[in-house]
Nanobody, 128 residues
Framework: VQLQASGGGLVQAGGSLRLSCAASGRAFSSYAMGWFRQAPGKEREFVAA????????SYADSVKGRFTISSDNAKNTVYLQMNSLKPEDMAVYYC??????????????????????WGQGTQVTVSS
């Protein structure tokens, strides 16, 4: 599967952005999807994930209540709605896909190592 992330940009603190990740290839509805981010000089960190069924989500504590992950199987796309953005949210955001037929339908993994496919990243810049 190939992933194409988009929607990044420059926003003032307190503003919003919506990232999109379009998938092509094998049946999108079979994949659990995740968003990760990497700031300069830091390791890649988990942001949000959604189970392959779409029925379960998980979030990093730092974004809970501000970010929302969702998926649209008809469009083969996963979204990350980011509200109340802070300067510390500034990073390159990556979407990722995991094909794990054995996973429960409500499992949304936060582990970097669980994801098989990665998009190219989209830059989010938050000005204070």
């Amino acid at each position: 599967v190939q992933l194409q992330a988009s929607g990044g940009g420059l926003v003032q603190a307190g503003g919003s952005l919506r990232l999109s990740c379009a998938a092509s290839g094998r049946a999108f509805s079979s994949y659990a999807m995740g968003w990760f981010r990497q700031a300069p000089g830091k390791e890649r960190e988990f942001v949000a994930a959604i189970s392959w069924s779409g029925g379960s989500t998980s979030y990093a504590d730092s974004v809970k209540g501000r970010f929302t992950i969702s998926s649209d199987n008809a469009k083969n796309t996963v979204y990350l709605q980011m509200n109340s953005l802070k300067p510390e949210d500034m990073a390159v955001y990556y979407c990722a896909a995991a094909f794990r037929p054995g996973w429960p339908s409500n499992y949304a993994s936060a582990a970097n190592r669980d994801y098989d496919y990665w998009g190219q990243g989209t830059q989010v810049t938050v000005s204070s």
